[in-house]
């Protein structure tokens, strides 16, 4: 008796194993495929955008400058490279690609924009502001979907072009500016335990999750499609400002706002970027201004509350 028992529910037990999870063993084999055989049109892309963009690992992005919006925050000009650039990366699936990409509008551009990007069968994932306070205000829509590498590429082309449409111009052939740092970005650099790089006078560190496996529809996705921290600096050692984007677990979420908040760096929004990834995760926006050593140390600390 005691063996047919523990023999039926041994039956029962694989049984339901094999059928618990459908969503999840696909997503993991679709993940297992990836980039067997599966590669990215890029030409294809590139050629219906119309804007080149950069190929890094069998994945492509797309930025286009926002030069010509005029933001400052607390003085401090508010240029692409502290974020104020929109953009598209596109990954392979076993299917064709998936696309994410992120769409700085003007509170009067959110709702046609919008509608662009739901009659080309993408999805609004997240609509959130990187700043406080800032002139004129901004916000971020992001992007998301699957499908044919042209189908998505025209998406992107259509809302890109939406935008031209609603400004009278494009964003990037406005003139770009340059913003003062003379920012000992060494002493950056070593607080943080991350090295950036210069680009018009904002220091940029970008911290990639090596620690996650992140995955959404069962497809990888990596610091290159925006699951990353970030920091963008600018100003002088003395008065500094720092912008960027926190990559959370959500068992981190509160650990990071207290170490920021603790060091005088304001948390000026908690949202998604995705609505299918797998583990969950959330991203943060912060803004601090004062003293750098002190800033980093600040980032530094947060840092620390992640990746455990």
């Known amino acids: ?49 119309g804007i080149e963009g950069t190929e890094q690992d069998g994945e492509y992005k797309v930025t286009v400058p926002q030069n010509d919006l005029e933001v400052t925050v607390e003085g401090f000009k508010i240029i692409p490279p502290m974020g104020m650039g929109s953009w598209a990366a596109f990954t392979p699936t076993t299917e064709g690609a998936m696309v994410m ?41 992001h992007i998301g979907g699957v499908g044919s590498e042209e189908e998505l590429a025209r998406g992107v082309r259509a809302i890109f072009d939406k935008v031209i449409e609603l400004r009278g111009g ?15 970005t060494e002493e950056i650099t070593q607080i943080l335990g991350h090295s950036g790089a210069m680009n018009r006078g904002v220091y940029k560190v970008t911290i990639g999750r090596s620690d996650v496996k992140l995955t959404s529809r069962g497809v990888p996705v990596s610091t290159f499609m925006g699951f990353n921290t970030w920091a963008s600096w600018q100003g002088t050692p003395e008065r500094a ?68």
């Not at 037990?13 to 990215?40: F, H, I, Y």
């Not at 003007?106 to 993408?122: A, M, R, Y």
């Not at 494009?170 to 000992?184: F, M, R």
Request: hydrophobic share 45%.
């Open 1 to 49: 008796m005691t063996l047919r028992i523990s023999t039926s529910l041994l039956i029962v037990l694989v049984l339901l194993a094999g059928c618990a999870s459908p969503e999840r063993e696909t997503a993991n084999e679709a993940a297992v495929q990836l980039g067997q055989d599966d590669k990215l049109s890029i030409q294809t892309i590139e050629a219906i955008i």
């Open 101 to 141: 990409g992120d769409i700085i509008v003007q509170e009067d551009e959110i709702g046609p924009v919008q509608k662009v990007v739901i009659d080309h069968g993408l999805t609004v994932s997240g609509l959130h502001n990187h700043f406080v306070g800032e002139q004129p205000k901004v916000m971020y829509m």
């Open 241 to 308: 400002a720092v912008a960027g984007d926190f990559t959370m677990l959500e068992d981190e979420v509160a650990p990071v706002i207290e170490a920021l908040v603790e060091h005088g760096i304001g948390v000026v929004a908690v949202h998604n970027h995705m609505v299918h990834e797998e583990p969950r995760v959330f991203f943060l926006h912060y803004w601090g201004t004062g003293s750098a050593e002190a800033l980093a140390r600040g980032l530094r600390a947060a840092l620390d509350r992640t990746g455990k």
């Open 170 to 184: 494009a964003p990037s052939k406005a003139k770009a500016q340059t913003v003062e740092n003379t920012l000992d």
